[in-house]
């Protein structure tokens, strides 16, 4: 089942935090994140795995609370480059992972 | 490491017609995915390969749809007929040993049916 992200979009100017989230009804033993630019191939962010951990990745980082089924990307002191639309992978039960309908970015100068 | 690579990069065909897109996986990645993108149905898992046997096709969307991967580093995706309802953007990607591994994704194949 596909998880659901919010905000479906937000526009930002650089240098404000953001926060997307992403939620499954299912138990989640993973869950990955992605940037996609338009008009290109998403690219890899970052995975959580099962444990609530929280990873960085520049200005990034993310969380992951297995008991909510839940994760949150954090977007801080944003760039212009943080433009695009991020999805959240989740991975199920059945091994696979399953792309929430993503949440598009804007920051504006 | 070259990436994945796609081919074509944009297909036009007309309703009716076969078509075949190809994708050339990263060295040594055991696991090949195929996604479909579209504005509304987002960006959907077809089929994924491990050690180039099929492990899961529940999201090929009809019999019209196929893939093949007959070696490491080839894999077909073929849609016959097409019907304009297939208009897309068709990415493969790739991961080293297991679904919970980074996946590289190719440049996608935009696919029109007209």
């Known amino acids: 089942q596909q998880p659901v992200q919010s905000p479906q979009a937000v526009i930002l100017r650089e240098g404000e935090d953001a926060v997307i989230n992403c939620s499954s009804s299912?138990?989640?033993?993973?869950v990955h994140w992605y940037r996609q630019k338009h008009g290109e191939a998403p690219v890899f962010l970052m995975i959580?795995?099962?444990?609530?951990e929280q990873k960085g990745h520049e200005k990034i980082s993310a969380s992951f609370n297995e008991k909510k089924q839940q994760s949150s990307l954090y977007l801080t002191a944003s760039q212009l480059s943080y433009s695009g639309t991020y999805f959240c992978?989740?991975?199920?039960?059945?091994?696979?992972?399953?792309f929430g309908q993503g949440t598009e970015l804007s920051v504006k100068p | 490491d070259a990436g994945v690579i796609q081919s074509p990069r944009h297909e036009v065909t007309e309703m009716g017609q076969e078509v075949t897109l190809r994708c050339k996986p990263i060295?040594?990645?055991?696991?090949l995915f195929w996604y479909r993108q579209t504005m509304m149905r987002g960006l959907e898992l077809l089929i994924y390969?491990?050690?180039?046997?099929?492990?899961?096709d529940s999201g090929m969307p009809e019999d019209r749809f196929s893939a093949k991967m007959p070696n490491a580093s080839f894999s077909t995706l073929k849609i016959q007929p097409s019907e304009p309802r297939d208009s897309a953007v068709y990415f493969c990607?790739?991961?080293?040993?297991?679904?919970?591994?980074?996946?590289?994704f190719g440049p996608g194949t935009r696919l029109l049916v007209l």
């Open positions: 990607a790739s991961s080293r040993w297991t679904v919970r591994e980074t996946q590289y």
């Open positions: 299912k138990a989640l033993y993973s």
């Open positions: 959580l795995l099962k444990g609530g």
């Open positions: 992978g989740t991975e199920n039960q059945g091994g696979k992972l399953i």
């Open positions: 060295s040594g990645h055991d696991y």
């Open positions: 390969f491990n050690n180039n046997v099929p492990i899961d």
